[in-house]
Structures are given as structure tokens and as C-alpha cells.
């Protein structure tokens, strides 16, 4: 693991300019908290805008997570992954840095009461379609094949033109490329979005990716957020309720308002059919993320 972080030294960046770029890790630069501790915005004196994980001290797993993250995207490019710009390993501080994306995640786009925006169906069809060029990537495209394991829509970032990227990939892991399952008793991840056999059995491998990205697929149709299995606050059993609509054939019930009155119905549901075929319960049963993209590309959706 040490020699794959040298191999990533040319992304060791100087401490002092991150500094310099975040206004010394100000609160006015905080855009949150992450994983592992908070992230900052930045500014490159040459304009360039970054976003600056900072590993807490208190952060005993954040460190192998660190390291995971820096080794696996070092390797990865593509236009749905968030790009790694850097990263600073010394003793006293240890950073990631990454492009900065200034249209927040997924997650607050869809369910923050506040920072909320009106998405119609192209606009959640072409996030739907970008997630899933992002895993096909991850799963079988770069020559690696990657599990991120925490596919979750606090995890996907916006781009200026609302491009996703699949962030954080502290739980990702790196399969060989004939390996199709693992088994883990570090189970790793976030209700709502993980497969049954990773909750009960630890098993994780591509189809539980596919399991999480089905949950994303009818989170962003219907703008409403699983609960999975501990329902709470504004959060529902989402994949029950949409089963029982679709079952009964009045699946466009649940879509959000905002998708039904732009759009044609026979897409919204083929998308959505897609979504369900992805959260069955068996994992042999759930579609590979290659013919799921070419599901999607079947449509023609009137894009601007
Ligand atoms: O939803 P947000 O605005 O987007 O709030 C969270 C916060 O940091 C804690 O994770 C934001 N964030 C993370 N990475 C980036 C990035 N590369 N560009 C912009 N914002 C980011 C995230």
C-alpha cells in the first residue's frame, strides 16, 4: 500500500498552498462535513477552484479510508467520477483535494428543504444516465474492476451543467478481475441504499452496486429518500411504495411533480422499470451495469 501511494506522488501537493488557497482552513471556506471530517472550498492563485478534505484527528478509519481513496482514483478518469487534483500525506495534516463542483450533492438537490431545485425529466434523466456511465466505468471499463460499495446520493456530486460525479471512494475495493463476490464482517456502508445480502451476510460485489444505484434511479424519479430498514423523519419505505404503485399500474403516482409535467410517461416508467429491476432481491436476478446503460440508451429522450 505504501509503494501504491508513491506511485500517486505526483499528487502530493505543498500544505502551505492548500493553506494559502483555503484562507487557512477558514470557517467562511467550510462546505460541510464529509465522511471523515470537514471539507473545505478553495481558491488556486490561479483561480482554480478546489474542494479540500481534511482528515479530523479524531478519525481513527478515516485514515486507511484516506489512503484507499488516494490509491484507487489516482487510477481512475473519467467525466462522471469527481477528479482527484492532489493530495497532502505529511504527519500533521493529511488532505484530499478535488476539483470543486459548485452544484452541491445529489442529496441536497433532491430532499434539502432549502437548497432544493426544480429538476425536470431531462435534466434527472441525464443524472440517472450519468451515474450509470460512472459505475459502468467503476465495474468493468478502465480495465480495473471496482466495487465503490457506498453509491448513495450524498455521494454524487453536480457539475456547473448538473454532470454527476460519483464521489468518495473510501469503502471502494479493487476486485481482481475474475472475482465476482466478497465477504466481509466489516459491514460498511448506508441504510436505504445497501443490498440485502451486504446487510445480512456482508456479501458485496458489482450487483450490490447495481442494488444501490436501482435506489437512486427511484429516488431521483419520485424526490422521495428510502429509509431502508429504520424508517425516519420525511424518509419512507420507497422501494414498497413504489412496488405496490407499479403492481397496481399507477406507477406515475409516485413520480415527482416536476418530472410528470415535462415528460413522456412510457419513458419515465421504462426508467423507472429499470430502477425495480435493480433492487430485486436476489443479486444473480439484478441487470449488469453494461446492459442497464443500454437500456437507458434505447430511449431517445428530447434533450436541449
Ligand atoms: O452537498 P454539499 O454542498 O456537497 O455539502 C457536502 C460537503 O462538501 C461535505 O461533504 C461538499 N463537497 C464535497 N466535495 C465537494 C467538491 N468536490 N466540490 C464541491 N463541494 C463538495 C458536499
Known amino acids: 500500500d505504501q509503494q501504491e501511494i508513491k506511485s500517486a506522488e505526483s499528487l502530493l501537493l505543498d500544505l502551505e498552498v492548500i493553506r494559502s488557497a483555503t484562507n487557512n482552513f477558514s470557517d467562511a471556506n467550510k462546505l460541510g ?70 452544484n452541491a450533492s445529489l442529496d441536497k438537490v433532491l430532499f434539502d428543504p432549502v437548497r432544493r431545485v426544480q429538476l425536470d425529466w431531462a435534466r434527472r434523466y441525464k443524472i440517472i444516465e450519468g451515474i450509470g456511465r460512472g459505475l459502468l466505468y467503476l465495474h468493468e471499463d478502465s480495465r480495473l474492476k471496482i466495487v465503490h460499495r457506498d453509491l448513495k446520493a450524498s455521494n454524487i456530486l453536480l457539475g456547473g451543467d448538473m454532470n454527476p460525479k460519483i464521489s468518495d471512494f473510501g469503502l471502494a475495493k479493487l476486485f481482481d478481475v475474475d472475482e465476482t463476490q466478497r465477504n466481509t464482517s466489516r459491514i460498511a456502508g448506508t441504510y436505504g441504499y445497501m443490498a440485502p ?103 431517445s429522450v428530447g434533450l436541449p
Open 197 to 299: 445480502e451486504y446487510v445480512l451476510r456482508g456479501r458485496f460485489s458489482t450487483n450490490s452496486d447495481v442494488y444501490s444505484y436501482g435506489v437512486l434511479i427511484l429516488e431521483i424519479l419520485t424526490g422521495r429518500k428510502n429509509s431502508g430498514y429504520q424508517g425516519s423523519g420525511n424518509s419512507i419505505d420507497l422501494l414498497g411504495y413504489v412496488w405496490r404503485h407499479w403492481n397496481k399500474g399507477d406507477a406515475m403516482q409516485v413520480v415527482d411533480q416536476s418530472v410528470v409535467d415535462r415528460c413522456q410517461p412510457q419513458e419515465v416508467l421504462r426508467c423507472m422499470h429499470i430502477g425495480l429491476l435493480c433492487v430485486q432481491e436476489d443479486p444473480a436476478q439484478r441487470p449488469s451495469m453494461a446492459s442497464i446503460t443500454l437500456m437507458l440508451n434505447s430511449y
Open 33 to 102: 462535513e464529509g465522511g471523515f471530517g470537514p471539507v473545505y472550498r478553495g481558491t488556486l492563485d490561479d483561480g482554480e477552484q478546489i474542494a479540500v478534505k481534511r482528515l479530523s484527528r479524531t478519525s481513527g478509519q478515516g485514515i486507511v479510508e484516506l489512503k484507499n481513496e488516494v490509491v484507487l482514483l489516482a487510477k481512475l478518469q473519467h467525466r462522471n467520477l469527481v477528479r482527484l487534483l492532489g493530495c497532502c500525506l505529511q504527519e500533521e495534516e493529511k488532505l484530499l483535494v478535488y476539483e470543486y463542483l459548485p
